[in-house]
């Protein structure tokens, strides 16, 4: 990709550079999202690369970024059935129902 190792930012990221992400990451890309995703990870490669020059000695690496004391520990509950909701009452409150289901709407199309 363009800028090299040293400074990923320093050049602009070319179409190509974008197109080429945009198939490892097994994305479809529209032209006009091509020159925006440009400028997107443009300003993240910018960030890694500010990131780069922060002094990280001594500081231990996370797993999480809250210590559990801070979060209250893990919390275990015993994995038993409980009170369940009732159907009917559920099914009322729905906007649209299709016999014993909830409708939703199609957020998906094909060939997305």
Known sequence: MSGGTDSPSAEPLSR????KVARLARLRLHPEQVD???NDLAAVLSHIDRLRGVD???VEPMNQPLAASAR???RLDSDEPGETLDVE???ARAPVREGTFIAVPK????GD
Do not use: F, Q, S
């Open 36 to 38: 925006r995703m440009r």
């Open 72 to 74: 209250g520990g893990n």
């Open 16 to 19: 190509g550079d974008v197109l």
């Open 56 to 58: 990280c000695t001594g």
């Open 107 to 110: 957020v998906l199309t094909d």
């Open 89 to 91: 009452a559920i099914l």
